[in-house]
């Protein structure tokens, strides 16, 4: 792309009771892109906010025509609000970003100069996360190994939802309908030429993080079970294998049995624990069978992935 082309750039920013943090970041935010040629817009999503986030937001659209405002009809989710701020971008390309100021918008510039150099998914990769417990640090380090074998995508490692995407991935992802998204995974799944900027990750700015280590994890099973079957044939293989314990178990015992029927007294609490470990085994496998049959369940009804109830400068 020619560096002097006039482009249009959409700053996505899903929001859920941020108001300490949205005035600090759409401070910054300007800041940062002031002297560029790009044509900016923010569209903040507000995801079901009580407090005074959306209201904030508002007032600064009537002054500041580069702000806009997408109320969902309530709390749908972090990343169908970042699929309801792509479908109203109007823009050349678009950039994801939390309004919780972790990822810094001064990085935004950087990512547009590699989308200017022809790439067309340009994913901000953490260096390093301060203000994150050395649990989830592992927790989340584990995922994406664990995600990158299984569903056979090639997810950058410490890359979260920033990232900057063109306008053709935009249109391409506006395809894909479902209802459990992973954005960073499908972002990468439709592929298209890609490419990575270093950052490093600050604490949160203020307030509390909307993703404790529980609904981390719930975001790593709808990853995996949307992206992967793989866990349903490692059920197979598990039943398999305890299977073929269960038979040599059998022979063990006919033959001890045979060799000195005197004496011999069955172990019960073998038994209670065998019985114990295939109830577990059973509960768990039917457990993860319910959660693809439920995804299947709820994709089934083709209901709409959100409802708007307010718009402000906005169009789609």
């Known amino acids: 792309m020619n560096a002097a082309e006039k482009k249009k750039v959409s700053v996505v920013v899903p929001f859920l009771n941020e108001e300490q943090n949205i005035p600090v970041?759409?401070?910054?935010?300007t800041r940062a892109m002031e002297g560029r040629p790009e044509e900016l817009e923010i569209i903040f999503v507000d995801d079901g906010s009580t407090d005074g986030s959306a209201r904030w937001v508002a007032e600064k659209a009537k002054q500041d025509a580069r702000v806009k405002l997408l109320r969902l009809s309530r709390n749908f989710g972090h990343q169908i609000a970042i699929t309801a701020g792509?479908?109203?971008?109007r823009s050349d390309a678009v950039v994801i970003?939390?309004?919780?100021?972790?990822?810094?918008?001064?990085?935004?510039?950087?990512l547009i100069d590699k989308w200017r150099e022809g790439f067309e998914v340009v994913y901000a990769v953490r260096e390093s996360r301060e203000g994150e417990t050395w649990a989830k640090k592992f927790l989340a380090a584990s995922f994406?190994?664990?995600?990158?074998?299984?569903?056979?995508?090639?997810?950058?490692?410490?890359?979260?939802?920033?990232?900057?995407?063109?306008r053709k991935v935009v249109e391409a992802l506006?395809?894909?309908?479902?209802?459990?998204?992973?954005?960073?995974?499908l972002t990468c799944w439709v592929?298209?030429?890609?490419?990575a900027v270093n950052y490093h990750r600050a604490a949160r700015?203020?307030?509390?993080?909307?993703?404790?280590?529980?609904?981390?994890?719930?975001?790593?099973?709808?990853?995996?079970?949307?992206?992967?079957?793989?866990?349903?044939?490692?059920?197979?293989?598990?039943?398999?294998?305890?299977?073929?314990?269960?038979?040599?178990?059998?022979?063990?015992?006919?033959?001890?049995?045979?060799?000195?029927?005197?004496?011999?007294?069955?172990g019960w609490a073998t038994i209670i624990a065998f019985m114990?470990?295939?109830?577990?085994?059973?509960?768990?496998?039917?457990?993860?069978?319910g959660q693809y049959v439920s995804r299947i369940f709820e994709e089934t009804k083709k209901r709409p992935l959100y409802y708007v109830r307010e718009e402000i400068g906005l169009g789609k």
């Open 276 to 289: 114990l470990f295939l109830g577990g085994i059973q509960l768990v496998s039917l457990g993860l069978i």
């Open 205 to 266: 700015h203020a307030g509390q993080t909307k993703y404790p280590v529980w609904k981390s994890l719930r975001l790593a099973v709808d990853a995996v079970t949307s992206f992967s079957g793989a866990p349903l044939r490692w059920l197979t293989g598990v039943g398999m294998l305890i299977g073929v314990a269960g038979a040599v178990v059998l022979v063990y015992v006919v033959v001890r049995r045979l060799i000195s029927p005197i004496g011999y007294e069955p």
């Open 25 to 29: 970041f759409y401070e910054r935010t």
């Open 174 to 185: 506006k395809q894909v309908r479902e209802l459990h998204r992973f954005m960073r995974g």
């Open 191 to 195: 592929g298209f030429s890609q490419c």
């Open 97 to 110: 970003i939390d309004a919780d100021l972790q990822d810094p918008p001064e990085v935004i510039p950087e």
């Open 86 to 89: 792509m479908d109203y971008a």
């Open 144 to 166: 994406y190994q664990l995600f990158r074998r299984l569903a056979k995508i090639d997810v950058p490692v410490n890359a979260g939802d920033f990232r900057l995407v063109d």
